[in-house]
């Protein structure tokens, strides 16, 4: 079981920037692909970004693509979105999540979610 908690969202304006986290419970971590997901009211839950457990491989949404960047440190169990150059369609709950498998790593079939934490950005 690996639980997940997500910190850092808040609200910006437009061009700013916010790092998000996302703690993990669970003496596994570095076995778990970590991905951020995002969620506007009438819109489907939408990929962000992953990263492979080890942190050598990275994956992001055409959207935030050289905007976004993803990272984790296994030691401190944490997973991190630096989110740069933010523009108001960013706004959403952002959730992170683990999957062990790099199948799913682009689609919603992870196996544990965080609750989410609201990002805002103002024009």
């Known amino acids: 079981q690996v639980q997940l908690v997500e910190s850092g969202g808040g609200s910006v304006q437009a061009g700013g920037s916010l790092r998000l986290s996302c703690v993990a419970s669970?003496?596994?971590?570095?076995?778990?692909?970590m991905g951020w997901f995002r969620h506007t009211p009438g819109k489907e839950r939408e990929f962000v970004a992953a990263?492979?457990?080890?942190?050598?491989?990275?994956f992001y949404a055409d959207s935030v693509k050289g905007r976004y960047t993803i990272s984790r440190d296994n030691a401190k169990n944490t997973v991190y979105l630096q989110m740069n150059s933010l523009k108001p369609e960013d706004t959403a709950v952002y959730y992170c999540?683990?999957?062990?498998?790099?199948?799913?790593?682009?689609?919603?079939?992870?196996?544990?979610w965080g609750q989410g934490t609201q990002v805002t950005v103002s024009s």
């Open positions: 669970g003496r596994t971590f570095s076995t778990y692909y």
């Open positions: 999540a683990a999957v062990g498998s790099i199948v799913f790593v682009r689609t919603s079939r992870y196996e544990y």
């Open positions: 990263i492979s457990g080890t942190g050598s491989s990275t």
